[in-house]
């Protein structure tokens, strides 16, 4: 399950970002290049733990959420919003902050409308940073959340989306220092 995934994830080179050991992998990073092989595995994977039917739109984060979040859409036909890093100034987009272990800065909702069922799906959950303040606005909005799904996970940083009462599904989790990768859980095993 997932082998092309835990196989290149235990073989990321680390580098620090200030004090915070980053990763770097295909999926996360697009470096050095994406394998469509490993994100039609991981896009598999995704349709067997979620119930697409529901789905109005496949949401994501700019940027590296976009390659798998794309290939979900490309095999269902479910079309895909992007939560952009500019301002589009179109009217009812929505502007939150995000905050992640290394970087903050903005992000903008444009598409979506109360009502909208989606299900999020990003790259990376970490300090759980941007999708606590994604789910925030899209809860004001009155979207309704179906699914959130996050391909890598580390940290516990997910935990505080219980509060909203969000379970993100998190398909491998690992520990991340300052010699690598390890991996710790994926999801489905527990
Ligand atoms: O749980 P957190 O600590 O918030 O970290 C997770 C976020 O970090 C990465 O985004 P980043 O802002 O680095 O942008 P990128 O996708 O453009 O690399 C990743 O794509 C997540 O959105
Ligand atoms: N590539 C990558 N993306 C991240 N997003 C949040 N943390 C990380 C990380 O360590 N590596």
Partial sequence: MLEKLKTSLINSPMIKRGEY?????PISDGVPSIDPHMVEEIAEYILQITDIKKVDTILTIEAMGIPVANALSM??????????????????????SQRTGYSKGA????????????IIVDDVISTGGTLMALVKALKTMGVEILDVISVIGRGNGYLQLKELGVEPKILVTIDVSEKGVEIKNVFGNE
């Fill in 107 to 118: 992000l903008y909702i444009n598409g979506l409308k109360k009502g909208d069922r989606v």
């Fill in 75 to 96: 095999k269902t036909g479910i079309p895909l919003t992007i939560v952009r890093k500019r301002p589009y100034f179109l009217e009812g987009e929505v502007e939150l």
């Fill in 21 to 25: 050991n980053y990763f770097i992998h």
